[in-house]
């Protein structure tokens, strides 16, 4: 059984840099996965901020960043502002047309 | 402007049916993959479906053999049939639409508002 992974909660300092994490319980995360990444908040329809491992999507400031970090996918979040504060969801391409979220991590700015 | 507006959902008892359905505009919709997730009340995001533009199908193994996925493309809509409906099927369901023409990856660029369906006796 393939497992998505995430840190439950994280915090972060306004101003400061987080970066949030994606695992894959059989292995290795790679662009081959098509890792993607989403933001919301309470009540609303999740937004999509990186597709493709590192591509922003339309609006999405140069804060947010995607990336391959040793074996897992990343989102950094620079400069943390406290609009921030949400909860973020990775998916990832598990093999055969099927897709997989994460748990989700909720960040806090504080 | 790209809208994706979701109806159909509502109140079933356990081993019900209900169809839900997502109408597209804004885009040419016979050339975009579009998917269903769902999300259980205080839970997180749960991948369910996805249809190519050509008809190509998958499924999450949650709901494999009791939900249909299926598009108009002459109506720009798409659908999801749910049958053998259980409690834990209980969720906002979302349409969203793939970013790229012909992939069949959860990489959204749109996603609708949603639409409740609660599945209790």
């Known amino acids: 059984q393939t497992v998505v992974t995430q840190e439950p909660s994280l915090s972060v300092s306004p101003g400061e840099t987080v970066t949030l994490t994606c695992g894959l319980s059989?292995?290795?995360?790679?662009?081959?996965?098509?890792p993607s990444w989403y933001q919301q908040t309470p009540g609303q329809a999740p937004r999509t901020l990186i597709y493709?491992?590192?591509t922003r999507s339309f609006g999405v400031p140069d804060r947010f960043s995607g990336s391959i970090l040793g074996n897992k996918a990343a989102l950094t979040i620079a400069g943390a502002q406290a609009d921030d504060e949400s909860d973020y969801y990775c998916?990832?391409?598990?093999?055969?047309?099927?897709?997989?979220f994460g748990g989700g991590t909720k960040l806090t700015v504080l | 402007e790209v809208q994706l507006l979701e109806s159909g959902g509502g109140l079933v008892q356990p081993g019900g049916s209900l169809r839900l359905s997502c109408a597209a505009s804004?885009?040419?919709?016979?050339?975009?993959?579009m998917s269903w997730v769902r999300q259980a009340p205080g839970k997180g995001l749960e991948w369910v479906s996805v249809?190519?533009?050509?008809?190509?199908?998958s499924y999450a193994d949650s709901v494999r053999g009791r939900f249909t996925v299926s598009r108009d493309n002459s109506r720009n809509t798409l659908y999801l049939q749910m049958s053998s409906l259980r409690v834990e099927d209980t969720a906002v369901y979302y349409c969203?639409?793939?970013?790229?023409?012909?992939?069949?990856?959860?990489?959204?660029?749109?996603w609708g508002q949603g639409t409740l369906v609660t599945v209790s006796s």
């Open positions: 493709n491992t590192n």
């Open positions: 804004g885009f040419t919709f016979s050339t975009y993959g």
């Open positions: 969203a639409k793939v970013i790229r023409s012909g992939w069949n990856v959860a990489n959204f660029d749109y």
């Open positions: 059989s292995g290795s995360v790679s662009p081959r996965d098509y």
């Open positions: 998916v990832l391409h598990v093999g055969s047309g099927i897709s997989m």
């Open positions: 249809i190519r533009g050509g008809g190509d199908i």
